[in-house]
């Protein structure tokens, strides 16, 4: 990887760096990539139309500036049917290859409350067509996201309710005990594809009843202990 000074010329001016607040701090928490594990909840899995039992893990990335922090969700463009699936989110402060579970927690800075949304028509015509699904994945603003709370605050959540409400009604619930591949495992494998990197978030998967969204509506979706995350579709 090639590296630049500040003083470095550019053909033109670089945007800024994605990042995210950390509650309680001043300091900014700098995002490098997003990689976010699919079906990760059985009875999600099940919904989708797969076999809920324990594959290996398998992943898709969001860009860095897909990101969304000020609680609106511009409803995008070329799609009819556009879903939420709220995860927790896992950001790394320690990278490396070959992580191994047992000290996989080690490179975990902190947790965030986070919102997949997806293009689902998009990504089904790219399913049957064998594509890559980033078309109905990592389009602009598909990733709201919370300020992380560093685990030095709530330590490393391995259960606690993860839910959504749309207009105040339910319509995710589950756990993060039922996460079908835990926070180390999931760092572990996905470790052995790419060299992680500090500044790495990690979506970790959503629980049943996903559905699709209106302009208007409000969401709002709950990650305990982790905190809660606030959204308008626009």
Known sequence: MTSHSDSQSYVFEPGPRPSLPVRGLSLRFPVHRIYCVGRNYAAHAIEMGHDPDREEPFFFQKNPD???????????????????????VVALHEGGKDISPDQALDHVYGYAVGLDMT??????QAKKAGRPWEIGKAFECSAPCSAIVPAAAIGHPAKGRVSLTVNGELRQDGDLSQ????????????SGLFTLQPGDLIFSGTPAGVGPVQRGERLHGVVAPVGELSVEVT
């Open 66 to 88: 897909n990101l969304i922090l000020d609680g609106s969700f511009p409803y995008p463009d070329k799609s009819e049917d556009v879903h939420f699936e709220i995860e927790m």
């Open 119 to 124: 293009r689902r028509d998009l990504q089904g």
């Open 179 to 190: 996460l079908i591949w835990k926070v180390p495992e999931m760092i572990a494998y996905l």
